[in-house]
């Protein structure tokens, strides 16, 4: 017998199901597979800066982004194109821009691969004072808007992460990486040690700031020079085997006073792009039954394959103890169930943790 009487807890639960994902600059489990995986070995040195591979995962109003590698702290600019909503920018025009740390008017020109039209625009630089971190965001076109959000300073603060930016955005960051892809510049990337590499560059993006996307979300990311005018060819989604630093001029020249106008993405092979198609994963209890005749009681939740998850519970939402741990995931959704509960013994407050 089901007992519908428990539907206002299942509301409670729903609210405090947690997953862990901790933005630190180091890779998650809960992230997943890679979604991209770097195929050429880097022109900015190493370590210098890379990019190996990018991870993502949407979780309720959020969407999280894992791209390990480094970024050497001489103002390379990792940048962070984000088509995450109809229209944009194909090609970038400088003067619909925001030109906030003179990155529109460098790229004035460039074109995306096709399929890849630009809404938003993050940019992390690294040098200030060797050490500190700065974080742009930018909103293309029309009616947009670019600045700084936060300067944060990882070495001297003693942390990774998290850093929270003046926009909700947060980062967390660490550049420890030594292994990962090589620097024979252009040359097959070893693809394995590239997806071994578990730290870099970790943000927490609130979809409401990227116009609460409700399709797939595109992403183009790149490592620039410090002034926005001399690419590497470290992009992700990658570029071919045997592509050098792309430069200024698509090259490998880098050309005074110039913007990047000659380069278009689609003379190389490939989408430089990677496509995010993870569907919002809601954090939610969907089963919560009591069998009255057995004193069985089953707790089901949407879960993520491959980790662990601990239940919770309480009776007055504030203190919390264990009931059980270590319950390994059954796949896209997890029912573990107690034997022999009594019935005053689930008047309580439940919830899951993932581990
Ligand atoms: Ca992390
Ligand atoms: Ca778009
Ligand atoms: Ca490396
Ligand atoms: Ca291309």
């Known amino acids: 017998m089901k007992i519908s009487l428990y539907i206002l807890v299942l509301k409670l639960i729903i609210t405090t199901l947690v997953f862990s994902i901790e933005v630190d600059g180091e890779l998650d489990d809960a992230y997943g597979g890679a979604l991209s995986v770097q195929q050429v070995q880097t022109g900015f040195g190493d370590p210098g800066s890379e990019l190996d591979a990018a991870y993502s995962i949407l979780l309720v109003d959020r969407l999280y982004l894992m791209l390990t590698g480094n970024l050497e702290p001489n103002f390379n600019k990792l940048e962070i194109f984000i088509d995450s909503e109809s229209g944009g920018q194909n090609k970038i025009i400088s003067n619909l821009n925001s030109n906030n740390d003179n990155w529109a008017e460098k790229f004035d020109g460039f074109t995306f691969d096709k399929g890849f039209t630009a809404d938003y625009l ?37 942390k990774n992460g998290p850093f929270e930016a003046s926009n909700g955005l947060v980062i967390g960051f660490n550049n420890t990486n030594s292994g990962g892809i090589g620097s024979d510049q252009g040359q097959r990337a070893n693809q ?66 110039s913007s990047l106008g000659d ?16 569907a919002v994963r809601s954090l939610e209890v969907i089963g919560f039954d009591y069998d ?64």
């Open 192 to 257: 394995e040690e590239a997806r071994s590499v578990r730290t870099g560059t970790e943000l927490s993006i609130p979809l409401e700031l990227i116009g609460s996307p409700k399709s797939e979300i595109r992403m183009c990311v790149m490592i620039n020079g410090q002034g926005h005018d001399y690419l590497s060819n470290q992009f992700l989604g990658a570029m071919p085997e045997w592509t050098g630093n792309l430069g200024t001029d698509g090259l490998g020249g880098y050309v005074e006073n």
């Open 292 to 355: 009255q005749d057995l004193s069985d009681l089953s707790i089901t939740w949407v879960s993520n394959p491959g980790v662990s998850y601990r239940l919770e519970s309480s009776i007055d939402m504030k203190s919390w103890s264990d009931i059980e741990d270590g319950i390994v995931s059954q796949g896209e959704s997890t029912t573990h169930t107690f034997l022999d509960v009594e019935e005053k013994e689930i008047r309580k407050f439940f919830r899951v943790v993932e581990e």
């Open 263 to 278: 380069i278009d993405l689609n003379d190389f092979e490939g989408d430089q792009f990677f496509v995010i198609t993870n």
């Open 122 to 158: 993050l940019i992390v630089r690294h040098g200030f004072g060797s050490t500190q971190l700065d974080l742009d965001f930018t909103k293309l076109g029309a009616g947009g808007s670019g600045g700084m959000v936060g300067r944060f300073d990882p070495i001297n603060s003693g």
